[in-house]
């Protein structure tokens, strides 16, 4: 059982350039995120989606979007990269239920912007 | 959210010790908290989780505290181990639309076990 997936683990870009980051998790959760991480922060919501078919906007937006895929998969595009959007990326995954609402998390995506 | 900035709090602690790891939250409205644990190079792993209708709750080795009063969360460790090495996040866990959940993270906390 993998849990959450995320590919690539490392990717350097230059700014201006295009990349998609790639999200999978095999423990048919309904609902799954995207978050960043910034050095000494805590994760800050840029996109989720609550179910198949559905994705809204969470606390940092700006400059991404995404596709839920199907129920596996949720994808997240960068389609100007810029250096603010250096930073570590995680997708996370949760079930249904209001009070099981903890999040797995896969390991995250190191992604620099030159 | 939480205020956030570039330096982590701090603990060190001695191995076989017990550690206190403090957190404060911004909504009085929310009703679940989460602690985290972050270990180098690694996503947050699920450590234990309180309701607001409760003011303590025990796992193994783990005890959180949740005073709503003052906002304010705790995560004792018992008998700190060098595995427990890591950045502790505590989150406030809301509704978003429908099942998905909304985590608001501290800036988080780094444990050092010294040994």
């Known amino acids: 059982n993998a849990g959450v997936t995320q590919t690539p683990k490392f990717q350097v870009l230059k700014t201006g350039q295009s990349m998609t980051l790639q999200c999978a998790q095999d423990m048919n959760h309904n609902s799954m995120y995207w978050y960043r991480q910034d050095p000494g922060m805590g994760l800050r919501l840029i996109y989720y989606?609550?179910?198949?078919?559905?994705?809204d906007k969470g606390e940092v937006p700006n400059g991404y979007n995404v596709s839920r895929l199907n129920k596996r998969e949720f994808s997240l595009r960068l389609e100007s990269a810029a250096p603010s959007q250096t930073s570590v990326y995680f997708c996370?995954?949760?079930?249904?239920?209001?009070?099981?609402?903890?999040?797995?998390f896969g390991e995250g995506s190191r992604l620099t912007v030159l | 959210g939480e205020s956030v900035g570039l330096h982590l709090p701090t603990l060190s602690v001695q191995e076989g010790d017990n550690s206190i790891i403090n957190c404060a939250y911004s909504?009085?409205?929310?009703?679940?908290f989460i602690w985290y644990k972050q270990e180098s190079g690694k996503g947050p792993q699920f450590i234990i989780d309180?309701?607001?209708?409760?003011d303590k709750r025990q796992g193994q080795r783990v005890t959180v505290l949740l005073n709503k009063t003052v906002k304010h969360l705790s995560l004792q460790i018992a008998a700190t181990q060098p595995g427990d090495s890591a950045v502790y996040f505590c989150?406030?866990?809301?509704?978003?639309?429908?099942?998905?959940?909304?985590?608001?993270f501290g800036s988080g906390t780094q444990l050092t076990v010294l040994p």
């Open positions: 996370a995954s949760s079930i249904v239920g209001i009070f099981t609402g903890e999040l797995f």
């Open positions: 989606s609550a179910s198949e078919g559905t994705t």
């Open positions: 309180i309701r607001s209708n409760m």
């Open positions: 909504n009085s409205a929310s009703d679940y």
């Open positions: 989150a406030e866990n809301n509704p978003l639309g429908g099942s998905a959940r909304q985590l608001t």
